[in-house]
């Protein structure tokens, strides 16, 4: 596969809000913002804020990993999503869920995010999220200049994840 040109702007876009049970309406408002700039594609998990693009509430681990290693950007809740799309070789955009805003029960995404930004293996963004158009316009270039600064982190079986993760929450894989 050809690295893609960091000059090009971005045409794919993938954003991944994660599994939890907290609706994150502020990213996806922001999202649906964007309008047709962009081939979208969004996991929404339980937010029922409209979207004009494919958002089904959760998708699978493989396809999940598979649209974000085709996506030009991937935009993401500060969670666990944040290190499989590091393992693609890619540096996402992140938006930390806020315990003030009733997104999380606790700051934990906030504090990660930090960290994240500081190492420069993320994007941050912070507030209302009126920046995310240009993020993304801007993202190949961001995104070439913090790779060319670290090595790619090992894959890991997602499909084993996924399979452990609905074990320890006593769901059956059928039920997704």
Not at 124 to 130: H, K, N, S, T, Y
Request: aromatic letters at 4%; charged letters at 25%; a neutral charge.
């Amino acid at each position: 596969m050809t690295a893609p040109n960091p000059h090009d702007p971005p045409r794919t876009v993938v954003v991944t809000v994660g599994m939890g049970r907290w609706p994150f309406d502020r990213l996806l408002r922001a999202v649906g913002a964007l309008g047709d700039d962009y081939d979208l594609f969004v996991q929404r998990g339980t937010s029922d804020v409209p979207l004009a693009c494919p958002a089904p509430r959760f998708v699978s681990p493989s396809e999940l990993r598979d649209r974000m290693q085709a996506a030009d950007v991937v935009v993401t809740h500060a969670g666990n999503t944040v290190r499989l799309v590091q393992r693609l070789g890619k540096v996402p955009i992140c938006v930390a869920r806020e315990q003030r805003r009733g997104e999380m029960a606790n700051d934990h995404q906030v504090q990660f995010l930090r960290h994240e930004q500081r190492s420069g293996l993320a994007v941050g963004l912070w507030g209302e999220l009126d920046d995310l158009a240009a993020a993304i316009a801007g993202h190949p270039a961001v995104e070439a200049a913090l790779l060319a600064t670290r090595p790619k982190p090992p894959e890991i079986d997602l499909d084993r994840a996924w399979r452990l993760l609905l074990h320890e929450l006593h769901v059956e894989a059928s039920s997704r």
